[in-house]
């Protein structure tokens, strides 16, 4: 069976200071790892992906995600936090029909 | 603009009366999706569906229906709600399921 774990229910940072929110995963094949954010009142919104390749993936809004084979994590990233990247973050695992995802984890970036 | 497309918003209803919350996708996805999120558990999928016609349960089908007879439509029936089926729902829609998703707003249900 596959699941990812995000151990921070809450991740607290200041303006202008990095970012990271964790995922840990455990698939078995090669896995298929996923970042989503979700605003207030909002559906959640796809940032990046990683399938194969470099181990630092790109995304949108200035994220990017590290993929560590050895320590099985995927953690989302970002140089520099902003007031508006306060949301509700959310890792995943697919590779399947029944992708899973992790119980979120709520970011506050404050001012 | 590509989008995924769900109705009601917000619904209040009560125990043991159907309802159908509707999805649609104009991408020409063939993988389509139903999930509900609780706090403290995340996303969990109720069902999902690979192409027309073809649909297969996810982790909580218990209490839900679905239909695929089009590609862009997926709507959720709940034949006879309970006050447990109290959740946020969402319809996501994918070219192929490792593509990675596009959601719809959300369907906030609220069963008395």
């Known amino acids: 069976a596959q699941s990812v774990a995000q151990p921070e229910d809450q991740v607290n940072v200041a303006e202008g200071n990095p970012l990271t929110v964790k995922c840990t995963y455990s698939?078995?094949?090669?896995?298929?790892l996923f970042w989503y954010v979700q605003y207030p009142n909002r559906g959640l919104q796809f940032l990046l992906k990683?399938?194969?390749?470099?181990?630092l993936v790109k995304g949108s809004y200035g994220f990017e995600a590290e993929f560590n084979k050895s320590q099985t994590s995927f953690h989302l990233k970002k140089p520099s936090a902003l007031v508006s990247d306060s949301a509700l973050y959310f890792c995943a695992t697919g590779g399947s029909y029944i992708p899973t995802f992790g119980r979120g984890t709520s970011l506050i970036v404050h001012p | 603009e590509a989008q995924v497309t769900q109705n009601p918003r917000y619904l209040i209803t009560v125990t043991g009366k159907k309802l159908t919350v509707t999805c649609s996708q104009n991408m020409n996805h063939e993988y389509m999706s139903w999930y509900r999120q609780d706090p403290g558990l995340g996303l969990r999928q109720i069902y999902y569906s690979m192409n027309v016609e073809v649909t297969d349960k996810g982790d909580v089908p218990e209490g839900y229906k679905v239909s695929r007879k089009e590609k862009r439509n997926f709507p959720l029936i709940l034949e006879s709600p309970s006050p447990n089926q109290t959740s946020l729902y969402f319809c996501?829609?994918?070219?192929?399921?490792?593509?990675?998703?596009?959601f719809g707003s959300g369907t906030r249900l609220t069963v008395v």
């Open positions: 990683y399938i194969t390749g470099d181990n």
């Open positions: 996501a829609s994918s070219f192929k399921a490792n593509y990675g998703y596009t």
């Open positions: 698939v078995s094949g090669n896995p298929y």
